[in-house]
């Protein structure tokens, strides 16, 4: 099942930014213990998603690495899609989270 998520950012004073945001987790590599790289279909995949809602961009994240395809495709389109790994994941949630106590 292919799972396309939204995100919304918004501070009260403007329109609020959406974005089309995709998470996956590639299957382990046959006879490895690395995880496969994500492809640019999938990069691509997300990016026509936000074209087609007409959203403000996209952001693609993984658990593994990107292909040097996807990279290229997102290096392309700098303003309109992100790629994110799971450390980027760990830095939203230490920078964004509403308890800042734990």
């Not at 790289?37 to 658990?63: F, H, N, Q």
């Not at 292909?67 to 700098?78: G, V």
């Not at 830095?91 to 989270?97: C, G, Q, S």
């Amino acid at each position: 099942m292919e799972w396309i998520f939204f995100a919304v950012q918004y501070d009260g004073t403007s329109d609020p930014i959406v974005l089309a945001v995709q998470a996956k987790h590639p299957d382990r590599r046959e006879g490895s213990s690395r995880r496969s790289t994500l492809p640019v279909t999938t990069v691509r995949e997300v990016y026509g998603v936000s074209k087609a809602w007409d959203l403000a961009g996209a952001i693609a994240v993984t658990s593994s690495e990107y292909s040097r395809e996807a990279k290229s495709f997102a290096d392309l389109k700098p303003d309109e899609i992100s790629l994110a790994c799971a450390e980027d994941v760990v830095e939203w949630v230490r920078r964004y989270r509403w308890n800042h106590d734990e």
